[in-house]
Protein backbone atom coordinates (compact mmCIF):
# COMPACT_ATOMS: atom_id res chain seq x y z
CA UNK A 1 0.00 0.00 0.00
CA UNK A 2 1.18 3.12 -0.69
CA UNK A 3 -0.34 6.28 1.22
CA UNK A 4 0.32 9.32 -0.27
CA UNK A 5 -0.78 12.93 2.27
CA UNK A 6 -1.42 16.44 0.71
CA UNK A 7 -1.27 19.60 2.93
CA UNK A 8 -4.73 20.91 0.64
CA UNK A 9 -7.71 19.02 -0.77
CA UNK A 10 -6.29 21.00 -3.91
CA UNK A 11 -3.01 19.05 -4.14
CA UNK A 12 -4.98 15.91 -3.96
CA UNK A 13 -7.27 16.45 -6.82
CA UNK A 14 -4.09 17.38 -8.49
CA UNK A 15 -2.32 14.40 -7.74
CA UNK A 16 -5.28 12.45 -8.42
CA UNK A 17 -6.28 13.76 -12.14
CA UNK A 18 -2.40 13.42 -12.69
CA UNK A 19 -2.21 10.02 -12.04
CA UNK A 20 -5.46 9.14 -14.00
CA UNK A 21 -4.35 11.10 -16.87
CA UNK A 22 -0.80 9.57 -16.54
CA UNK A 23 -2.63 6.49 -16.63
CA UNK A 24 -4.60 6.81 -19.68
CA UNK A 25 -1.41 8.33 -21.47
CA UNK A 26 0.00 5.24 -21.08
CA UNK A 27 -3.43 2.83 -21.80
CA UNK A 28 -5.75 5.05 -24.09
CA UNK A 29 -7.99 2.46 -24.01
CA UNK A 30 -7.99 2.04 -19.97
CA UNK A 31 -10.91 0.94 -18.34
CA UNK A 32 -11.84 3.37 -15.54
CA UNK A 33 -14.12 2.42 -12.29
CA UNK A 34 -15.64 5.94 -11.08
CA UNK A 35 -16.52 6.82 -7.90
CA UNK A 36 -19.96 9.50 -6.83
CA UNK A 37 -20.38 11.68 -3.69
CA UNK A 38 -18.46 14.58 -2.29
CA UNK A 39 -15.32 12.96 -2.85
CA UNK A 40 -14.57 12.72 -6.64
CA UNK A 41 -15.84 16.24 -7.57
CA UNK A 42 -12.15 18.51 -7.16
CA UNK A 43 -10.54 15.33 -9.18
CA UNK A 44 -13.76 16.00 -11.79
CA UNK A 45 -13.22 19.37 -12.32
CA UNK A 46 -9.49 18.97 -12.52
CA UNK A 47 -9.88 16.03 -15.46
CA UNK A 48 -12.23 18.40 -17.08
CA UNK A 49 -9.78 21.36 -17.11
CA UNK A 50 -7.12 19.27 -18.67
CA UNK A 51 -9.46 17.85 -21.34
CA UNK A 52 -10.29 21.32 -22.22
CA UNK A 53 -6.24 22.56 -22.38
CA UNK A 54 -6.04 19.49 -24.50
CA UNK A 55 -3.88 17.82 -22.64
CA UNK A 56 -6.01 14.37 -22.24
CA UNK A 57 -8.66 12.90 -24.30
CA UNK A 58 -11.51 9.70 -23.26
CA UNK A 59 -11.98 8.88 -26.63
CA UNK A 60 -10.95 5.68 -26.07
CA UNK A 61 -11.78 5.24 -22.09
CA UNK A 62 -14.63 2.94 -21.23
CA UNK A 63 -15.92 3.44 -17.71
CA UNK A 64 -17.67 1.61 -15.12
CA UNK A 65 -19.56 3.81 -11.93
CA UNK A 66 -19.76 1.94 -9.07
CA UNK A 67 -22.99 2.20 -7.97
CA UNK A 68 -26.24 4.09 -8.52
CA UNK A 69 -29.83 4.13 -6.26
CA UNK A 70 -32.97 1.78 -6.86
CA UNK A 71 -35.88 3.46 -8.00
CA UNK A 72 -35.04 7.51 -8.45
CA UNK A 73 -35.52 8.53 -12.13
CA UNK A 74 -32.04 9.00 -14.02
CA UNK A 75 -33.10 12.11 -14.60
CA UNK A 76 -32.91 13.47 -11.04
CA UNK A 77 -30.52 15.55 -9.56
CA UNK A 78 -29.39 13.27 -7.37
CA UNK A 79 -29.12 10.11 -9.47
CA UNK A 80 -25.79 9.34 -10.26
CA UNK A 81 -26.44 9.21 -13.80
CA UNK A 82 -27.32 12.80 -13.18
CA UNK A 83 -24.39 13.59 -11.03
CA UNK A 84 -21.66 11.97 -13.23
CA UNK A 85 -23.42 14.22 -16.50
CA UNK A 86 -23.17 17.24 -14.66
CA UNK A 87 -19.66 16.87 -13.02
CA UNK A 88 -17.87 14.88 -15.49
CA UNK A 89 -19.64 13.44 -18.90
CA UNK A 90 -20.63 16.93 -20.36
CA UNK A 91 -17.05 18.08 -19.82
CA UNK A 92 -15.15 15.80 -21.63
CA UNK A 93 -14.90 13.75 -25.37
CA UNK A 94 -16.26 10.17 -23.72
CA UNK A 95 -18.29 8.32 -26.00
CA UNK A 96 -21.81 8.07 -23.64
CA UNK A 97 -21.72 4.94 -25.61
CA UNK A 98 -18.68 3.45 -22.97
CA UNK A 99 -19.86 5.14 -20.13
CA UNK A 100 -21.81 2.78 -17.81
CA UNK A 101 -23.48 2.66 -14.93
CA UNK A 102 -25.82 0.28 -13.76
CA UNK A 103 -29.49 0.93 -14.02
CA UNK A 104 -31.59 1.21 -11.00
CA UNK A 105 -35.12 1.45 -12.37
CA UNK A 106 -34.66 -2.05 -14.54
CA UNK A 107 -37.97 -4.00 -14.39
CA UNK A 108 -35.84 -7.36 -13.36
CA UNK A 109 -32.48 -6.00 -10.85
CA UNK A 110 -31.07 -9.48 -10.46
CA UNK A 111 -30.73 -9.63 -14.53
CA UNK A 112 -29.23 -5.89 -14.51
CA UNK A 113 -26.81 -6.93 -12.11
CA UNK A 114 -25.98 -9.96 -14.19
CA UNK A 115 -25.77 -7.47 -17.44
CA UNK A 116 -23.30 -4.98 -15.38
CA UNK A 117 -20.48 -8.03 -14.21
CA UNK A 118 -20.95 -9.47 -17.82
CA UNK A 119 -20.41 -5.73 -19.25
CA UNK A 120 -17.54 -5.23 -17.15
CA UNK A 121 -16.02 -8.49 -17.85
CA UNK A 122 -16.26 -7.89 -21.66
CA UNK A 123 -14.22 -5.00 -21.26
CA UNK A 124 -11.68 -6.91 -19.63
CA UNK A 125 -12.60 -6.01 -16.34
CA UNK A 126 -11.30 -2.69 -14.45
CA UNK A 127 -7.93 -0.89 -14.77
CA UNK A 128 -8.15 1.58 -11.97
CA UNK A 129 -10.83 1.87 -9.99
CA UNK A 130 -11.51 5.50 -7.66
CA UNK A 131 -13.11 4.69 -4.78
CA UNK A 132 -14.45 7.21 -1.45
CA UNK A 133 -15.10 5.77 1.96
CA UNK A 134 -18.11 6.01 3.72
CA UNK A 135 -18.02 7.09 7.18
CA UNK A 136 -18.91 3.23 8.10
CA UNK A 137 -16.18 2.10 6.10
CA UNK A 138 -18.61 1.27 3.14
CA UNK A 139 -17.22 1.16 -0.86
CA UNK A 140 -19.08 1.30 -3.34
CA UNK A 141 -22.45 0.52 -1.72
CA UNK A 142 -20.83 -2.33 -0.18
CA UNK A 143 -22.44 -1.44 3.77
CA UNK A 144 -20.62 -3.67 6.45
CA UNK A 145 -22.41 -7.27 7.75
CA UNK A 146 -21.45 -10.07 8.28
CA UNK A 147 -21.12 -11.14 4.63
CA UNK A 148 -20.23 -9.01 1.54
CA UNK A 149 -21.27 -10.14 -2.23
CA UNK A 150 -18.27 -10.85 -5.29
CA UNK A 151 -20.79 -9.20 -7.84
CA UNK A 152 -23.18 -6.58 -8.69
CA UNK A 153 -26.09 -6.73 -6.38
CA UNK A 154 -28.85 -4.78 -4.74
CA UNK A 155 -28.11 -3.54 -1.49
CA UNK A 156 -30.72 -1.73 1.29
CA UNK A 157 -28.47 1.56 2.00
CA UNK A 158 -27.69 1.61 6.09
CA UNK A 159 -29.17 4.34 7.99
CA UNK A 160 -25.51 6.41 8.36
CA UNK A 161 -25.66 6.18 4.81
CA UNK A 162 -28.65 7.70 4.15
CA UNK A 163 -28.30 10.48 7.18
CA UNK A 164 -25.16 11.18 4.96
CA UNK A 165 -26.24 11.46 2.09
CA UNK A 166 -29.77 13.24 3.04
CA UNK A 167 -27.20 16.45 2.90
CA UNK A 168 -27.65 15.74 -1.13
CA UNK A 169 -31.63 15.24 -0.75
CA UNK A 170 -34.17 17.47 0.97
CA UNK A 171 -34.55 14.87 3.89
CA UNK A 172 -33.64 11.29 4.91
CA UNK A 173 -37.10 10.50 3.67
CA UNK A 174 -36.36 11.01 0.18
CA UNK A 175 -32.73 9.46 0.31
CA UNK A 176 -33.96 6.01 -1.80
CA UNK A 177 -33.88 2.58 0.46
CA UNK A 178 -32.06 0.59 -1.33
CA UNK A 179 -28.89 0.61 -3.96
CA UNK A 180 -27.20 -1.53 -7.35
CA UNK A 181 -23.66 -1.70 -6.23
CA UNK A 182 -20.55 -2.83 -7.63
CA UNK A 183 -19.34 -5.61 -5.25
CA UNK A 184 -16.07 -5.99 -3.64
CA UNK A 185 -14.95 -9.06 -5.91
CA UNK A 186 -15.53 -6.88 -8.84
CA UNK A 187 -13.67 -3.97 -6.89
CA UNK A 188 -10.67 -6.17 -5.69
CA UNK A 189 -9.65 -7.58 -9.15
CA UNK A 190 -9.24 -3.57 -10.27
CA UNK A 191 -5.52 -3.49 -11.21
CA UNK A 192 -4.54 -0.21 -9.25
CA UNK A 193 -7.17 0.92 -6.89
CA UNK A 194 -7.05 4.92 -6.12
CA UNK A 195 -8.73 5.30 -1.89
CA UNK A 196 -9.51 8.95 -1.96
CA UNK A 197 -10.11 10.55 1.58
CA UNK A 198 -10.33 14.11 2.51
CA UNK A 199 -11.97 15.79 5.72
CA UNK A 200 -11.10 15.25 9.55
CA UNK A 201 -14.75 13.22 9.62
CA UNK A 202 -13.06 10.44 7.82
CA UNK A 203 -10.10 10.09 9.96
CA UNK A 204 -11.44 7.96 12.60
CA UNK A 205 -12.87 5.49 9.26
CA UNK A 206 -9.43 5.91 7.33
CA UNK A 207 -7.06 4.30 10.31
CA UNK A 208 -9.50 1.56 11.07
CA UNK A 209 -9.26 1.04 6.91
CA UNK A 210 -5.81 0.69 6.50
CA UNK A 211 -4.84 -0.46 9.99
CA UNK A 212 -7.65 -2.40 12.16
CA UNK A 213 -8.17 -5.81 10.94
CA UNK A 214 -9.16 -7.06 7.63
CA UNK A 215 -12.80 -7.44 8.33
CA UNK A 216 -16.67 -7.63 6.29
CA UNK A 217 -17.70 -4.93 9.26
CA UNK A 218 -15.25 -2.82 7.76
CA UNK A 219 -15.52 -3.40 3.80
CA UNK A 220 -12.57 -0.95 3.27
CA UNK A 221 -10.33 -3.16 5.13
CA UNK A 222 -10.77 -5.64 2.58
CA UNK A 223 -8.32 -3.03 0.54
CA UNK A 224 -5.22 -3.86 2.84
CA UNK A 225 -5.25 -7.59 0.35
CA UNK A 226 -5.01 -5.85 -2.71
CA UNK A 227 -1.11 -5.47 -3.99
CA UNK A 228 -2.03 -2.34 -6.24
CA UNK A 229 -3.61 -0.22 -3.68
CA UNK A 230 -2.63 3.75 -3.60
CA UNK A 231 -4.14 6.14 -0.71
CA UNK A 232 -4.49 9.89 -1.34
CA UNK A 233 -5.57 11.78 2.10
CA UNK A 234 -5.62 15.18 2.99
CA UNK A 235 -3.82 15.95 6.41
CA UNK A 236 -7.03 15.64 8.00
CA UNK A 237 -8.08 12.38 7.22
CA UNK A 238 -4.52 11.12 7.29
CA UNK A 239 -4.42 12.67 11.04
CA UNK A 240 -5.57 9.14 12.67
CA UNK A 241 -2.71 7.67 11.19
CA UNK A 242 0.83 7.08 12.69
CA UNK A 243 2.29 8.50 9.68
CA UNK A 244 0.40 12.01 9.21
CA UNK A 245 3.23 13.91 11.63
P1 LIG B 1 -18.46 11.16 0.11
O1 LIG B 1 -18.95 9.65 0.07
O2 LIG B 1 -17.41 11.28 -0.94
O3 LIG B 1 -19.68 11.97 -0.22
O4 LIG B 1 -17.93 11.40 1.49
C1 LIG B 1 -18.00 8.64 0.08
C2 LIG B 1 -18.72 7.30 0.12
O5 LIG B 1 -19.79 7.22 0.75
O6 LIG B 1 -18.20 6.34 -0.46
Do not use: W
Given at each position: ???H?F ?7 E ?18 G ?7 L?I ?14 FR ?9 Y ?9 S ?13 D??P ?9 A?D?A ?50 T ?6 F???I??V?E???T?G????L ?6 L??K?A ?5 VR ?5 P ?8 L ?5 R????L ?6 A ?5
Amino acid sequence: MNIHIFDSGEQLDEAAAETICGFIRAKPGAVLGLATGETPLGIYRKLAEKFREGLISFRQVTTFNLDEYVNLPEDHPESYHAYMRRHLFDHIDLPPSRAHLPCGNAADLAAECQRYDALIEEAGGIDLQMLGIGHNGHIGFNEPGRELAAGTHVVRLAPETRRANARFFGSIDEVPERAVTMGVGTILKARLILLIAKGADKADIVRRALTGPITTECPASLLQTHPRLVVLLDRAAAKALGTAG
